[in-house]
T-cell receptor, first 112, second 115 residues
């Protein structure tokens, strides 16, 4: 069976510090991978998605970037965090259209 | 523009009563429809999906959803609510033929089941 991991689970960072969140998927190959942000326990905002190694699509302009160095690894980064980057970050995967997206446990990021 | 609407921010139901969480959509073609549930500080969990076939879809934890093409709705239902059903519920739609990224999520409905 497939599993998806995210770490860290929680993170408190000062404004202006760098960020690296990691997501890995086990039990499948060549998944589509997604990063979402959820603010205030409500709707999801798609940040990035990837259909293969090194292929990243950005949905919204922002202070964040994403990379996919390996088939089942997806990294969300920032060089300098802003207060507005606080939120709950969710990674998800699917096998491609049409398919269900499966979500990781999430990372709670607080920028102070 | 393609969209998903969950018209109720919160739904309150007494334990043992039936529950309905509403979802309507506006997309072109025949969409794929999903329901997810989220417990506090957790990721979203898949409940059920409709792609084609029988309009009544059964999913996890006794939930079901009815696809109504004429009303462009996909309401989530359960015959008898449990306190443990209290959570945040998301409806999502994936337009047919869309690219990998184009799953549209609703804003979420908070379901509260009182004992």
């Amino acid at each position: 069976s497939q599993t998806i991991h995210q770490w860290p689970a929680t993170l408190v960072q000062p404004v202006g510090s760098p960020l690296s969140l990691e997501c890995t998927v086990e039990g499948t190959s060549n998944p589509n991978l997604y990063w979402y942000r959820q603010a205030a326990g409500r709707g999801l905002q798609l940040l990035f998605y990837s259909v293969g190694i090194g292929q990243i699509s950005s949905e919204v302009p922002q202070n964040l970037s994403a990379s996919r160095p390996q088939d089942r690894q997806f990294i969300l980064s920032s060089k300098k965090l802003l207060l507005s980057d606080s939120g709950f970050y969710l990674c998800a995967w699917d096998r491609g259209r049409p398919d269900t997206q499966y979500f990781g446990p999430g990372t709670r990021l607080t920028v102070l | 523009a393609q969209s998903v609407a969950q018209p109720e921010d919160q739904v309150n139901v007494a334990e043992g009563n039936p529950l309905t969480v509403k979802c309507t959509y506006s997309v072109s073609g025949n969409p794929y429809l999903f329901w997810y549930v989220q417990y506090p500080n957790r990721g979203l969990q898949f409940l059920l999906k409709y792609i084609t076939g029988d309009n009544l879809v059964k999913g996890s934890y006794g939930f079901e959803a009815e696809f109504n093409k004429s009303q462009t709705s996909f309401h989530l239902k359960k015959p008898s609510a449990l306190v443990s059903d209290s959570a945040l519920y998301f409806c999502a739609v994936s337009p047919q033929g869309s690219s990998a990224s184009k799953i549209i999520f609703g804003s979420g409905t908070r379901l509260s089941i009182r004992p």
